[in-house]
């Protein structure tokens, strides 16, 4: 019943007997955190590798987006959109632009005012991850919801 989370946990921080200990809070599924200043991961918003247009799966999670948005009428956010950081960096912030604005294309075809929905794409300039695994490169391939006014 807890609201999926996922952490990077960085060895360095381990003590000396090699344990990294952090506090976690945890949020029930059906709290919802609309602070302004809140970052949301949308870890299930997946697109093809170097292209813009949303999978199907993503809907799920993006009408729960728009559910949110429905239900605070007041409510401004930005999606930011960030890719791995391979290859070339302005083809990575074309894309990261290019799907930031599909998913607000998405939410505004649900009707949810264009005004309430700012973008920002950050390409592939901050990583969560500097691994060169697929995980890591999955995983920095992303968009975040920042809410700003609510």
Do not use: W
């Amino acid at each position: 019943g807890f609201t999926p989370a996922k952490y990077m946990i960085d060895p360095a921080e381990a003590n000396e007997n090699r344990k990294v200990v952090k506090d976690i809070e945890l949020a029930m599924g059906d709290i919802k955190k609309h602070e302004v200043g809140h970052v949301m991961r949308l870890d299930n918003v997946i697109f093809p590798v170097g292209r813009s247009k949303i999978n199907e799966e993503s809907y799920q999670e993006l009408n729960v987006v728009v559910d949110m948005m429905q239900e605070n009428p007041t409510m401004v956010i930005q999606l930011e959109g960030h890719t791995d950081y391979q290859g070339d960096p302005k083809e990575n912030l074309k894309l990261s632009k290019e799907r930031v604005e599909a998913v607000r294309k998405y939410i505004t075809s649900k009707e949810v005012a264009r005004n309430r929905i700012k973008t920002k794409a950050f390409g592939g300039t901050m990583p969560l991850s500097r691994d060169n695994t697929p995980e890591a490169h999955r995983l920095n391939r992303r968009v975040e919801l920042r809410i700003l006014e609510n």
